[in-house]
């Protein structure tokens, strides 16, 4: 890496202290980590300029479930453009290189919305739900080197970390069994807030009231009854990565939900692997088989190793994706979301025409 390689300066303890935020299931406050980390107020603060200085973004993992929303991953077998798809409810959009193909994401409220925008959609190969989905909490530990400030990968210690967490199973089944247990009220305003916080959750409530123009005592307020309680974790939204990297989906087909939820754990610990799915078929011809969907960016030397390596227990299909064709939606909390009736709008209800041009 470059001499401006931004986490040339990320220490050991840095990546401790990235950890622990990683581990928890909220937004942590300064006071909270002085005294859970037995710390100085300005010793906690360093941590957070070196994480920031390092190029590290935080997001939040929301419960979409208890929000209302489920999810759906849809593949087809040629390229698609953004006028040939239902934009409602999209969240992920990405042509692939080779083989050639789309790749598409949905929140959707109901089976009614998603059968009706499935229906749309031309050329399908793969139609899936989503049933859990991890997304990047790297090992720092494992996958660098604090001495040279660089990157280090090897399939094996990702393998040996997938047998060390499929060995975990009562935690593999909680992590499958605590999705959307409750509705959780919310309104427009709700939205608005958890929307700021998936692009940086870090950032204090007083500038999230600046930005969506409401005082900081009613975003407060609606954080603590309404927000808090949809967020289930932090994860990395944003890290520096080589610039010789390739970007790639893969599907890893499994019959075992507990290897396929160890399997995701293990590759989003990497720095390379933003965000790993656990999704079931829709397409009866599958059977009883799971999917991993891995979506990541990796030299072609790792990826080249991880394939391999995975290979060897599991079926895997690569697909290379075109990193300047894709686009990625927040979830959809403002077309698809009526604060009048306070509830998901059904795209059926508008024309058809409608779909699209959103």
């Known amino acids: 890496m470059s001499r401006e390689n931004p986490l040339s300066q990320f220490s050991f303890k840095d990546a401790e202290f990235l950890a622990y935020l990683l581990s928890l299931k909220h937004i942590p406050t300064i006071n909270e980590l002085t005294k859970e980390l037995d ?38 077998d040629t390229p698609l453009g953004r006028d040939e798809i239902p934009r409602y ?15 598409l994401a949905y929140f959707y409220p109901n089976r009614e919305v998603f059968e009706d925008i499935v229906t749309k ?7 899936f739900e989503v049933l859990k989905s991890y997304y990047r909490r790297p090992r720092f530990d494992l996958y660098f080197d604090f001495r ?15 047998q060390k967490l499929r060995s975990d199973v009562d935690a593999l089944k909680y992590d499958l069994t605590f999705i959307g247990r409750r509705r959780i009220k919310k309104d427009s305003l709700d939205l608005k807030i958890i929307k700021e916080l998936e692009k940086d959750a870090l950032q204090p409530l007083t ?31 944003k890290l520096p990565l080589p610039s010789d990297v390739i970007y790639v989906s893969t599907l890893i087909w499994t019959r075992r939900v507990l290897d396929a939820l160890a399997l995701s754990k293990a590759l989003t610990e990497t720095p390379f692997v933003a965000g790993a799915h656990v999704l079931r078929p829709i397409n009866k011809e599958y059977g009883d088989y799971l999917a991993v969907l891995m979506l990541g960016r990796f030299r072609y030397e790792w990826f080249d190793e991880l394939i391999t390596v995975l290979s060897s227990y599991f079926v895997v299909s690569s697909f290379l994706l075109s990193w300047r064709a894709k686009s990625i939606y927040t979830t959809p909390y403002k077309h698809e979301y ?21």
Not at 50 to 64: E, F, R, T
Not at 121 to 127: L, Y
Not at 209 to 233: C, D, F, N, W
Request: charged share 25%; net charge positive.
């Open 121 to 127: 959609i031309p050329n399908r190969i793969h139609e």
């Open 148 to 162: 040279e400030g660089e990157y280090v990968f090897n399939a094996e210690v990702l393998l040996s970390r997938f």
């Open 39 to 76: 710390s100085e107020i300005a010793i906690i603060f360093r941590r957070f300029k070196a994480i920031k200085n390092a190029g590290i973004k935080l997001g939040v993992v929301i419960d979409y479930e208890s929000l209302g929303l489920y999810r759906a991953v849809i593949m087809t």
């Open 207 to 237: 500038k999230v009231a600046r930005k969506i123009g409401v005082s900081y005592a009613k975003v407060r307020k609606h954080y603590k009854m309404h927000v808090e309680p949809l967020i289930v974790g932090l994860y990395v939204l």
């Open 89 to 103: 409810y999209l969240r992920f959009y990405t042509i692939s290189i080779a083989p050639p193909g789309t790749l």
């Open 338 to 358: 009526s604060k009048y009736t306070a509830s998901w709008i059904t795209p059926r209800l508008k024309r058809d025409e409608e779909l699209f041009t959103r």
